[in-house]
């Protein structure tokens, strides 16, 4: 599946989004990975994710999978009920929620050097010194490099004793974000990573404190060497189950021409 396709024709632009463009002035960028069973690392501990044909032209007339995974397989979103019982559930959310301007902050130089690197407020402040402000209810993606890894053990990149080890947010980076108002009341983290922070925060401490709110995270990103650093929105699907945790997603960003 391709990374990259010319929007759709119209002259209206995206309403709340991308400004007053028209849709053919935005390259449609796919920020999701294709699940497959024989290719998909799954969490650890979360369900397997299997295909299996029901039916079959040949047989039925139509063709036909059912697929069996948890609400946070492959690329997905997660909610903010995710981690905090008294926040919204998938089906509680807004569309604005899922569909936000994107920064994207590139540290695949530090997490090649240190799986367990931890983005901190100075990566932040010297991202803005080049780029600008980050936008008020942002998606702030991280680009780690860890989608090269997608489908092979070294996703997981466990040592010895089973530890995994991947880059991530620091709580101090996103206790600034939240702080600062960059955040905002919605807005998102993102990554090519099972999670926004470091594997070896086994508390999950920055999950808690972005689903605050209406805050979400979008989680195992891909073709993020087309996500400029600024500029772009990110609009994002998937299924929406009742009191959902989030969801596998289709995750698209609308990226100026030129």
Avoid: C
């Amino acid at each position: 599946m391709g990374g990259v396709m010319a929007a759709g024709g119209g002259s209206a632009g995206a309403a709340g989004g991308p400004g007053r463009l028209g849709l053919q002035d935005y390259e449609l960028v796919n920020l999701a990975h294709v699940n497959d069973p024989e290719r998909t690392n799954v969490y650890p501990g979360d369900p397997e994710f299997t295909l299996s044909t029901v039916a079959t032209v040949e047989d039925d007339g139509f063709y036909l999978q059912y697929a069996r995974q948890g609400e946070h397989t492959g690329t997905h979103w997660g909610a903010p009920a995710h981690f905090n019982a008294d926040q919204p559930h998938a089906d509680e959310l807004e569309p604005a929620d899922l569909f936000l301007p994107a920064v994207k902050v590139d540290v695949r130089d530090r997490a090649a050097r240190d799986a367990d690197y931890e983005v901190s407020v100075a990566d932040l402040q010297r991202w803005e010194r080049e780029h600008g402000r980050i936008p008020r209810e942002a998606a702030v993606v991280l680009w780690t490099g860890w989608e090269d890894r997608w489908g092979t053990p070294a996703f997981y990149n466990f040592d010895d004793a089973g530890q995994m080890h991947q880059p991530g947010f620091s709580l101090e980076a996103v206790e600034w974000l939240v702080r600062t108002g960059r955040l905002g009341r919605r807005g998102a983290l993102g990554t090519d990573t099972f999670s926004p922070e470091s594997a070896l925060d086994a508390e999950y401490r920055v999950s808690k404190l972005l689903y605050r709110e209406h805050r979400i995270s979008l989680e195992v990103l891909a073709n993020l060497a087309s996500l400029p650093e600024q500029g772009a929105h990110v609009l994002v699907g998937g299924v929406v189950n009742r009191r959902g945790s989030g969801s596998p997603a289709s995750v698209y960003a609308f990226v100026p021409r030129g």
